[in-house]
Every structure is written in C-alpha cells, then in structure tokens.
C-alpha cells in the first residue's frame, strides 16, 4: 500500500496547490476500492486523477523553470 503522506510531502512542492488536494483526495478514495477491489470505483478515480493531471498540464504549460 502507498504510503499517501510521505507521497504527499514529495508533491506538494511541484504540484499546483489549486489540484493538489483534488488528486490526493481522489489517490485516497482510488488505493481504498483497489484494497476492497471495487473495480468501477477504482476506474473512476483513475479517470479523474487523469483529468486532473491533464489540466495541471494544461494550466502550467509544462513550465518546469517554474517548478525548479
């Protein structure tokens, strides 16, 4: 199981803070109906990290001088 809080602390200094929250919030519900092995559950949440994650990228451009 993915320890959340040490990943947390990792991403937190290079993601967005705006869907920092909204991915984490949807990693959690996502590691939970993989446990429990609830298989629409977890292809939803799969789906919502990707939409979050191409709308990071498409909000920041890819602008890594910006993250380092």
Not at 14 to 36: G, R, T, V, W
Not at 51 to 65: A, H, Q
């Amino acid at each position: 199981m993915m320890d959340l809080e040490k990943e947390k602390n990792i991403w937190y200094k290079l993601l967005n803070h705006a869907y920092f929250n909204e991915i984490f919030a949807s990693l959690k519900i996502l590691n939970q109906s993989i446990s429990l092995e609830e298989k629409m559950t977890s292809l939803k949440e799969i789906e919502n990290v990707k939409t979050v994650l191409d709308n990071l990228m498409e909000d920041e451009c890819c602008n890594l001088n910006r993250i380092f």
